[in-house]
């Protein structure tokens, strides 16, 4: 015991130094080129028929004691737990830690463990080795270590801000998602943890992702804090041809908002992790709002070289929720920043039909115009950033909320009042004598029979009102809108689509 302490001062004190450890980005670059080169071989894990079977409730019984965290009581501002196995959580992941002296394999020990009420014999286990890890930061109390991100299952990983909860996840890489081949998932292999120094305020992780057509090496430095950054540097290596490459892939849920009303009766107004897409391009920012398809819908922007785009929970009024287990008001928005020149190509979303919010059904990645062919390499840098209190947004007018109503009149009929609220930007600075201009679009499956523009006096912004009719139910309904002040834009654009109705 007293040598293994000693080792711990130790450590601390030489990765205290300015050293270069001795394990980098190309260790694990070296790693995914030599892999790339070798048929795919895919990891046949065999769990115990104990953890297989758990179901949800039995599974999250399994804890990591907080006691065993690693580097408890070092006074580090990080601490790493780690997940077990079991459930659906059955791909092994090999962990490292990365100090200046080396690096050393993190065995897995079942006593660190607590199972709960499941009837688990620990020493059965042996070295199983683990689900993925969660790292600890004290973000919203000096003494209390939060969890700040948490990497666990295929190459998923989220991440926290100040005052956030869990909601949405980012993907090392996504491949042929929504594609009728089905969509391959690349998973990280092998993490290597790089002990922190006593000041430091970010922390780096390694990863060695893997999938039948590409590997890859993966760097993330970890900066906790309003908006927590996480900036990823990745090179992949192409065993063979991709059709559709995901970068930077965003994944969340939408099940009903203000626009597209839940069809069975609910106490909460609005259910979603996400209620949009953002698209910042060079010469335009666009406003998608999410919706809940009854059949796969893809849609995509095309542009040069993306300033940035994400998937956004722009409203944060705990009454547009109602809900105190999940806390949607509080779930991150997730903004991806691009570092370089990322070239031609298109900002995809994917939004697939769901009936609950336990699954999530909502994707958006960056697609390059180029596929990537075998034998090819590819290097991307780009930071995601969470956010809540003070969220990206255009500079010019944003758009507050979309909603949705019959149109007006005695007896139904098959026409729908749409509702556009934007605020902020140049219209807190338009004189009393003015007025934007609403400019409207709509596609060749449907007409707009009325519109009006009128200021918003309790926001300060101004309220778009189209009533528009749909000329075939089958096909999808696009409308967009951008306020104007003479020749300008001084809004984002809202780019709606109105999903078709299954025959």
């Given at each position: 015991m007293v040598r293994k302490a000693l080792l711990g001062m130790l450590l601390v004190l030489t990765t205290a130094g300015h050293g270069a450890l001795a394990f980098d980005f190309n260790d694990v670059a070296r790693r995914a080129k030599e892999l790339a080169g070798k048929p795919f071989d895919r990891p046949d894990t065999q769990l115990p028929k104990t953890l297989t079977d758990l179901n949800y409730d039995q599974y999250q019984q399994i804890r990591y004691r907080p006691e065993k965290a690693l580097w408890r009581g070092n006074k580090l501002p990080f601490e790493v737990q780690f997940y077990h196995p079991g459930l659906y959580f059955n791909q092994i992941v090999k962990m490292n830690l990365v100090t200046a002296d080396g690096v050393r394999k993190i065995p897995f020990q079942p006593d660190n463990f607590d199972y709960g009420r499941n009837?688990?014999?620990?020493?059965?286990?042996?070295?199983?080795?683990?689900?993925?890890?969660?790292?600890?930061?004290?973000?919203?109390?000096?003494?209390?270590?939060?969890?700040?991100?948490?990497?666990?299952g295929a190459s998923y990983f989220r991440a926290l801000g100040k005052n956030q909860v869990y909601g949405e996840s980012a993907r090392g890489l996504a491949i042929d998602t929504g594609e009728l081949s089905g969509e391959e998932f690349p998973v990280f292999r092998e993490f290597w943890i790089e002990w922190p120094r006593l000041e430091d305020q970010e922390m780096t992780i390694y990863a060695l992702l893997d999938s039948r057509r590409v590997t890859g090496a993966y760097r993330f430095k970890v900066r906790p804090g309003d908006s927590t950054a996480t900036e990823i540097k990745s090179r992949l290596y192409f065993r063979d041809g991709i059709g559709k490459l995901g970068i930077a892939p965003l994944t969340s849920m939408f099940l009903y908002a203000s626009h597209q009303p839940a069809t069975l009766e609910d106490y909460r107004?609005?259910?979603?992790?996400?209620?949009?897409?953002?698209?910042?391009?060079?010469?335009?920012?666009?406003?998608?709002?999410?919706?809940?398809?009854?059949?796969?819908?893809?849609?995509?922007?095309?542009?040069?070289?993306?300033?940035?785009?994400?998937?956004?929970?722009?409203?944060?009024?705990?009454?547009?929720?109602?809900?105190?287990?999940?806390r949607y008001d509080r779930k991150p928005s997730v903004w991806v920043v691009p570092k370089g020149d990322w070239g031609r190509g298109r900002v995809e979303l994917v939004q697939i039909p769901t009936r609950d919010a336990t699954n999530d059904n909502v994707v958006a990645y960056w697609v390059p115009e180029q596929s990537p062919q075998a034998g090819s390499t590819m290097d991307l840098e780009y930071t995601l950033f969470w956010q809540a209190n003070n969220e990206t947004r255009p500079p010019l007018a944003w758009i507050a909320q979309t909603r949705r109503g019959r149109g007006w009149g005695k007896d139904p009929d098959n026409t729908y009042r749409y509702i556009v609220d934007f605020q902020g930007g140049p219209l807190d600075f338009l004189k009393p004598d003015q007025k934007p201009v609403a400019?409207?679009?709509?596609?060749?499956?449907?007409?707009?029979?009325?519109r009006q523009i009128v200021k918003n006096d309790v926001t300060g912004g101004w309220r778009v009102s189209m009533r528009v009719r749909r000329t075939d139910d089958s096909r999808p309904m696009e409308m967009r809108a951008v306020l104007r002040n003479g020749d300008d834009n001084i809004s984002e654009t809202w780019a709606y689509i109105v999903p078709p109705e299954p025959r």
């Open positions: 009837a688990i014999d620990p020493k059965s286990l042996g070295d199983l080795g683990f689900a993925g890890f969660r790292v600890h930061y004290p973000l919203n109390d000096k003494r209390v270590k939060d969890e700040l991100i948490a990497f666990q107004p609005e259910v979603h992790d996400s209620e949009g897409l953002s698209v910042q391009t060079d010469g335009e920012w666009i406003w998608r709002p999410l919706v809940n398809p009854k059949r796969l819908l893809i849609t995509s922007f095309g542009t040069t070289n993306p300033r940035g785009f994400g998937l956004m929970q722009r409203d944060r009024d705990f009454a547009h929720y109602e809900d105190l287990d999940t400019g409207l679009w709509i596609n060749d499956n449907g007409e707009i029979l009325d």
